[in-house]
């Protein structure tokens, strides 16, 4: 029997509302809302893009190649290089995709704006320009300081693996409990950095032989001398007599100088180097000596000088080969930073498409929680009424108010992991220090669905193989890594031969035979001032020499221990080159297999949502026939909740193994119609949308 006092307890129990979030009306209240099953509603076409600003190619920004060297005019080579700012992001694009406070946006959309902003393609960006820098370099005589091979890839979000996103059977007929996931351990933002280098340990090439100076060097020197006017000379034998003796006096006197000696220093020297290993050096100067007659007047002995050496060397730094070595490897890297550029560009695109499409199966499961709390709710309302009436028992009432309350709660995390999501891909979109970033939108609005083909498609897996292996820009850039790993090993071999050098030289008024001068430099470009420069003597004709200047190091062990080293690493780069290239087959393979297991999951996920629709369209009817209880009612409302979040996960797992896929074969931007110069320039237009 019910008493008055229990059935005020369980009409207040049927009136309370559900909770909200945020303390904001419960969607599931509002009537709207639209069944998942229905078709989801048009998204509302913003202003700008029906007047067609959307349309319009952005205004690409300062090209971070463009340094600013300058080659014409003296002064051009000692001017800074202008070097452009970070880009700040202008926001053209993401203005004509908002309206009404939210931004609409398409995945087409979602990959223009990541490839504009995202600050991990800036810095890849401007890594090509540390390339030009290194060729630059390498073309005055100096060696490498090398380029940045990581890549960064994009977080998981709260939709990638461990997903609380419900795709599990329920199995508890009286869902009063629900599960509680923790948010804050969802929260997968950390993005993981990927180093595409081949050399570990790295190689010693700054241990090779010096870099020919193929910048011309040029040394100018001018002073001014004064000596003073007395100077006394006494000599051993004899008696001689002071002030001006007669040349050829014998016996001691003194010699004293009546004039101050002066004059004015200036001395110049040209060096340059060439790739043969040859290297020019020219110096002229007018030092004096004075000389002083023992028992005669002072006698200055004052005359320029010119002397021009020509070195070439034999064996170690001969050719080519070894002086141009740096150059060589700068141009290869300039090669490898447009690759790994674009492996960016391709990492980029496969974590943003990832963060959209699930953001867009989020922002379904929100759907599907609304839908099952809108059933809830209604249940409840008419087993209240039934209870008034006298026609339920009141423990039925106490069930379905339990059951919305587990709905509402799993409404509340479904809503709480699409906000978590729309922030992690809303960071990878636009920069935070956007002038339109802080106050134009408040949440984002994805306006593509995911959509399963209704036929599998067949793949052809050795086509696909051979596909991935010639088109992915990461075996690219291992290959050439490769190739300049083996440009170092052939330098390190010939830096075991002995030092040998033949040189001539021609010495106006000269003296003396010319001393070995080192050639060139460590690749710093910084001469070896020659020996013959600003020396003043005895100049008293002119002499023409040559030869060879032979340095044999004894064991020479340094020079075959890094010759050894840099072989083993070639090897070594030449075995990681194999590892990339059989994990590239191993990870196109695995993705044949994920696209066509999330297809058959699909198909069985489809077939498990009908049935289910069937199966409680079924006990409702049961129960208005009296043939069936209110449990098995709810139960079935659970289990085809259940149903529908899994049939979601699963169209959301067949498009991110498909994305995966092409992310394997390196087609993503072919798929997604992205010139890789339009990503280097940092403006993607929005004509290409597919």
């Not at 202003?47 to 600003?53: E, K, P, Y």
């Not at 087609?667 to 110069?677: R, Y």
């Amino acid at each position: 029997m019910i008493t008055r006092r229990s059935l005020l307890t369980l009409l207040t129990l049927a009136s309370v509302p559900p909770l909200s979030v945020a303390q904001q009306p419960p969607q599931p209240l509002d009537p709207n809302v639209p069944s998942i099953t229905a078709p989801l509603p048009a998204a509302p076409q913003p202003s700008s893009l029906v007047n067609g600003a959307a349309a319009a190619r952005p205004a690409a920004r300062i090209n971070p190649q463009g340094l600013g060297f300058s080659i014409f005019g003296l002064v051009g080579p000692y001017h800074s290089p202008r070097v452009p700012q970070l880009f700040p992001g202008i926001g053209t694009r993401l203005a004509g995709l908002i309206q009404d406070g939210k931004l609409y946006l398409s995945a087409h959309d979602a990959i223009a704006l990541a490839l504009e902003n995202n600050p991990d393609v800036e810095v890849s960006r401007f890594n090509l320009s540390l390339a030009d820098t290194d060729i630059r370099r390498a073309q005055g005589g100096g060696s490498l300081r090398g380029i940045d091979y990581t890549v960064n890839e994009a977080p998981n979000g709260v939709g990638g693996p461990g997903s609380p996103l419900l795709n599990s059977t329920a199995t508890s007929p009286n869902p009063t409990t629900p599960a509680v996931t923790d948010l804050t351990a969802l929260n997968s933002t950390a993005p993981s950095v990927n180093n595409l280098s081949l050399n570990t340990a790295g190689l010693s090439p700054d241990t090779q032989a010096n870099v020919p100076l193929f910048d011309p060097q040029f040394i100018l020197s001018a002073g001014y001398l004064r000596r003073s006017n007395t100077v006394t000379l006494t000599g051993t034998t004899g008696t001689g007599t002071t002030g001006t003796g007669a040349a050829g006096d014998s016996g001691s006197g003194t010699a004293t100088q009546t004039e101050a000696l002066t004059y004015v220093a200036a001395n110049f020297a040209y060096l340059q180097g060439f790739s043969p290993g040859t290297q020019i050096s020219a110096t002229a100067n007018n030092d004096s000596q004075v000389i002083y007659g023992i028992r005669g007047e002072l006698n200055p002995f004052y005359s320029p000088s010119t002397s021009v050496t020509v070195t070439q060397p034999l064996l170690r730094g001969r050719g080519r080969a070894v002086n141009l070595r740096y150059l060589r490897i700068a141009n290869l890297n300039s090669k490898v930073s447009r690759l790994l550029f674009e492996q960016q560009v391709l990492d980029t695109i496969y974590g943003t498409e990832r963060l959209y499409y699930d953001l867009v199966s989020l922002g379904e499961n929100v759907q599907v929680q609304q839908e099952a709390l809108r059933a809830a709710l209604k249940l409840r309302q008419d087993d209240a009424d039934q209870v008034i009436q006298g026609t339920l028992a009141p423990i039925e009432l106490t069930r379905v108010s339990a059951l919305a309350s587990t709905s509402e709660f799993a409404l509340i995390q479904a809503q709480g992991l699409y906000r978590q999501q729309e922030v992690i891909l809303r960071n990878q979109l636009i920069r935070t220090g956007s002038p339109v970033f802080a106050s134009s939108f408040t949440e984002i609005v994805p306006t593509d669905r995911i959509v399963v083909p209704p036929v599998e498609e067949k793949y052809n897996l050795p086509d696909l193989i051979e596909q991935g292996l010639a088109r992915r820009p990461d075996l690219a850039q291992a290959g050439i890594q490769v190739q300049t790993n083996r440009i170092t090993a052939t330098t390190a071999r010939n830096q075991v031969l002995p030092q040998l050098n033949l040189y001539a030289n021609v010495e106006v008024r000269g003296s003396s035979e010319v001393s070995f001068e080192p050639l060139g430099s460590p690749g710093t470009g910084a001469p070896s001032i020659p020996q013959n420069l600003a020396l003043g003597g005895l100049r008293t004709s002119t002499i023409y020499q040559g030869g060879v200047q032979l340095t044999l190091p004894v064991r020479n062990r340094i020079a075959t221990s890094d010759a050894a080293r840099d072989v083993i690493q070639l090897r070594e780069s030449e075995a990681r080159n194999l590892k990339l290239a059989q994990e590239a087959r191993e990870e196109i393979e695995n993705g044949v297999i994920a696209v066509q297991t999330a297809f058959a999951a699909y198909v069985a996920a489809s077939k498990s949502l009908d049935l289910q629709l069937q199966l409680l369209d079924a006990e409702r009817d049961r129960l208005s026939a009296g043939q069936s209880t209110q449990l098995l009612v709810i139960q079935n409302e659970s289990y085809l909740a259940q149903a529908r979040s899994t049939e979601i996960a699963a169209r959301s797992n067949y498009q991110k193994a498909q994305i995966s896929l092409d992310h394997a074969l390196g087609t993503l931007l072919e798929k997604n119609n992205i010139q890789l110069d339009d990503a280097i320039q940092g403006s993607v237009p929005a004509a290409a949308r597919p």
